[in-house]
């Protein structure tokens, strides 16, 4: 069974730090470009970040640029996303997804993951 399993998200401080990890099952990432995604309540689901399948590339989006970094580690079948200097606009269901080029790509996300929440407060 094909799946991926977020972890690492809770409650944290603003301008605190979390690392959110992306792991995968029943198949090998190395293959795949893999996307970070985020939905606050009541919003639309928006990309954060992509890296490729060799890690070559990676993009972010302008509201996190500077703040949070993708990184994998193939070896481990994992992707990580490290969050710093959160504030509480960052707050949402955070979510892992692997798209079916190995590249990034707007569309073709084939596999996700069930999400992990994300709270920062005060």
């Known amino acids: 069974q094909l799946q991926l399993v977020e972890s690492g998200g809770g409650l944290v401080q603003p301008g605190g730090s979390l690392r959110l990890s992306c792991a995968a099952s029943?198949?090998?990432?190395?293959?795949?470009?893999i996307g970070w995604f985020r939905q606050a309540p009541g919003k639309e689901r928006e990309g954060v970040s992509c890296?490729?399948?060799?890690?070559?590339?990676?993009n972010y989006a302008d509201s996190v640029k500077g703040r949070f970094t993708i990184s994998r580690d193939n070896a481990k079948n994992t992707v990580y996303l490290q969050m710093n200097s959160l504030k509480p606009e960052d707050t949402a269901v955070y979510y892992c997804?692997?798209?079916?080029?190995?590249?990034?790509?707007?569309?073709?996300?084939?596999?996700w993951g069930q999400g992990t929440q994300v709270t920062v407060s005060s």
């Open positions: 997804a692997a798209n079916i080029s190995p590249k990034c790509r707007v569309a073709g996300y084939n596999y």
């Open positions: 029943g198949f090998t990432l190395d293959y795949y470009a």
């Open positions: 890296i490729s399948s060799s890690g070559g590339s990676t």
